[in-house]
């Protein structure tokens, strides 16, 4: 009888990844496909993303683009969205890749909305020159993308490919000499550790540091928080973007604080979850894509005195345009109204249900029927274009720690986000990420601690993976929660003349002073309250022990707060998204980027 050595079985490396929107999902996906072995922690259910709730559609220029449109305009489109802070790079790299990431969704089971001569439907929105924007659902996007990617998460969780932690609050990352080597985490009142090779951040955004926002409850700076306590460089922080069109209602308003701008209503009611009574609505900029207008209280079109593309403008323009027309009419406490009768006199009875089929819904159910009334609208918070320093690799500063998605800063969005291409910035640096965790060696850093720009294209897994290994044992250990202080909801003033600290009280603050119209004087103010609050918190470290997961969340708050205020008092120009009264003249040209990096 002949023996048989074993079969040589090479390690399976694990990659941790914390988040489960778009670039989570997409990224889980990819690496367990080649072969790694994935453990994905969300802090609520799969569906609690801001990717859930992207209506917009996702940009890209496919093999078969609309007439006129190329890569180049793109590219172009999105270095003009981004006020010239664009890296051009980073750039170029997310507007080329695209139509592959596009295909890989598809592979996933995503499917996008078809055309009448069977093409994939192509819809127009703010300052894009041409048509690329794919939608799912119509106004479903986010939704149906994030469906069908987790619908492939759990099929494979339930062949043992992926082990899913939900209810999994990530609280530290792990580090031995130098490099992040696992994450603890809540989970069942309980703290737990769990080692890997590397880690990728796929937290979202911090929409909750405001008080009025388009984000669910769980956005809450958490990934942002993590890397800095782990030594990792953030940049851009100042640009912090809002989106103009969020339903507002008398009986609405966001949670206190008067900013330039914005008031609360007398006799309006409060939601402390997220400024509201009930979920925010956010209202596409596709609708205004479609031909939809915004006028003031006395009907009248304004946008077209602002700025030559009127409501297809960037994000900021039109949010600051309806701050600034607000106060000149002598109502800062007021909102204007979204006038989409236009796109049924244009284009027929029922347009606007087959084409946004969920917002007609919603609107509906909040009084409003939008084929003859107007709609009142004010800006909310939306998106970070801000975060997590990273090469085209989606390597941060810290070797073993990934970033991609809105946690990151690749540079892509510059001072302000082009429509559409925040999902698609997830794909393709996700998935970048996991090709570097998978083909990159273990070369990472450069010299100054600057991520390296990658010299040439690694495999491309939107295209090319195939099913992979099963994944070896994945027990994380578990350790016993140990008793530790906790931030809570407030804490305890030090100086007994301020308000104390609370998620609440720092909203208000936040609006009011940091909000879309911004002044040395409103920031400086800010400043002081946030010093005087982390005297008594101390955002920076987290105390061992602490299994409170509403004072972490207070904690990655507060320390979101302070980095972004910083950022905004040393940028004393007005840029993009970033607009001071005392310095508002914009002057800009397509130059290369100068962040603020923060290490």
Not at 405 to 432: I, M
Request: glycine residues 12%; proline residues 5%.
């Amino acid at each position: 009888m002949v023996s048989r050595e074993p079969a040589f079985r090479p390690r399976v490396p694990r990659l941790i990844v914390v988040g489960s929107g778009i670039a989570g999902l997409y990224a889980s996906l990819l690496a367990v496909d080649s072969g790694a072995s994935v453990v994905l922690l969300t802090k609520g259910e799969l569906n609690e993303s801001n990717t859930w709730y992207a209506q917009g559609g996702i940009s890209a220029v496919l093999d078969r683009p609309a007439p006129g449109d190329t890569i180049a305009a793109h590219v172009q489109d999105t270095l003009q969205a981004g006020a010239g802070h664009c890296d051009a790079a980073a750039v170029q790299v997310l507007c080329t890749e695209a139509r592959h990431d596009i295909a890989g969704l598809q592979r996933f089971g995503a499917h996008f909305d078809i055309a009448g001569d069977g093409g994939p439907a192509l819809g127009l929105e703010a300052a894009h020159s041409a048509p690329r924007i794919l939608h799912a659902g119509g106004d479903a996007t986010g939704a149906r993308i994030a469906a069908a990617l987790i619908r492939s998460v759990l099929a494979r969780q339930a062949d043992g490919k992926i082990t899913l932690l939900s209810g999994a609050q990530a609280t530290a990352l792990r580090l031995s000499s130098g490099r992040v080597d696992g994450v603890e985490y809540l989970r069942d009142g309980r703290q737990h550790t769990l080692m890997g090779d590397a880690l990728l951040l796929a937290t979202g955004g911090a929409g909750q540091v405001f008080a009025q926002t388009t984000n669910p409850a769980v956005a809450t700076a958490d990934g942002l928080a993590l890397a800095v306590r782990a030594g990792a460089a953030v940049a851009d922080l100042e640009f912090f973007q809002f989106h103009p069109t969020c339903l507002a209602q008398e009986g609405r308003v966001q949670e206190g604080g008067v900013q330039e701008g914005w008031a609360e209503e007398a006799g309006a009611t409060r939601d402390t979850n997220n400024g509201l009574n009930g979920e925010p609505l956010l209202i596409s900029e596709a609708v205004r894509g479609e031909g939809a207008v915004l006028v003031d209280a006395g009907g009248r079109r304004f946008m077209t005195a602002y700025h030559r593309d009127a409501e297809l403008a960037p994000r900021d323009v039109v949010s600051r345009s309806i701050a600034l027309h607000l106060a000149k009419l002598g109502d800062p406490n007021g909102h204007v109204y979204l006038d989409a009768r236009v796109i049924e006199q244009a284009k027929g009875p029922g347009f606007l249900a087959r084409r946004f089929p969920t917002l007609t819904r919603r609107i509906l159910d909040a009084g409003f029927d939008w084929t003859r009334d107007l709609v009142p609208v004010a800006p909310a918070a939306h998106y970070w274009m801000g975060g997590v320093v990273t090469d085209l690799l989606g390597r941060t500063t810290v070797p073993g720690l990934y970033a991609a998605g809105e946690v990151a800063c690749t540079g892509v969005q510059g001072a302000n986000r082009l429509a559409s291409n925040s999902l698609l910035e997830g794909l393709v640096f996700g998935r970048r990420a996991v090709e570097s965790f998978l083909f990159g060696g273990s070369d990472w850093g450069a010299p100054g601690g600057a991520p390296p720009r990658t010299p040439h294209d690694p495999p491309n897994l939107a295209s090319s993976a195939d099913e992979g290994l099963a994944p070896s044992e994945l027990f994380p250990s578990n350790t016993a929660a140990e008793p530790g202080v906790s931030a809570g909801s407030t804490a305890a003033s030090s100086d007994g003349g301020k308000e104390v600290f609370s998620r609440e009280a720092l909203r208000r603050l936040m609006t009011a002073k940091a909000g879309v119209l911004r002044s040395g004087k409103l920031l400086t103010e800010a400043a002081e309250t946030l010093d005087r609050w982390t005297a008594v918190v101390h955002p920076d470290a987290v105390p061992a022990g602490n299994a409170d997961p509403v004072g972490h969340e207070d904690r990655n708050l507060l320390l979101a707060a302070r980095l972004l205020v910083a950022a905004a008092l040393d940028r004393t120009e007005s840029l993009g998204a970033h607009y001071r009264s005392d310095e508002p003249e914009e002057a800009y040209a397509l130059r290369p980027k100068a962040s603020l990096v923060r290490d």
